[in-house]
């Protein structure tokens, strides 16, 4: 799937990482704001219920995605 419109909620926020090293938050972070990057579980509600997402690990082009607000 190239792009794919769903709506999500975040379950949990697992881990902040830090700019230039990549480093994992030992603490969860009460928030995220707007440029950072984390590591978050989201729920999927109605719709699909279920999205397929690449892993990182295997393919780099295909395991970033973007949250919008609207």
Excluded: N
């Excluded at 709506?7 to 603490?27: I, N």
């Excluded at 999927?44 to 279920?50: C, D, F």
């Excluded at 690449?54 to 082009?61: G, S, T, V």
């Amino acid at each position: 799937v190239h792009s794919a419109i769903e709506e999500v909620t975040f379950s949990a926020l697992l881990h902040r990482l830090e700019k230039g090293t990549g480093r994992k938050s030992k603490k969860p972070p009460a928030f995220a704001a707007k440029g950072q990057s984390i590591i978050a579980q989201l729920q999927v509600i109605g719709g699909a219920g279920a999205i397929c997402v690449e892993r990182f690990e295997d393919y780099p082009q295909l395991g970033r995605f973007t949250l919008r607000d609207q």
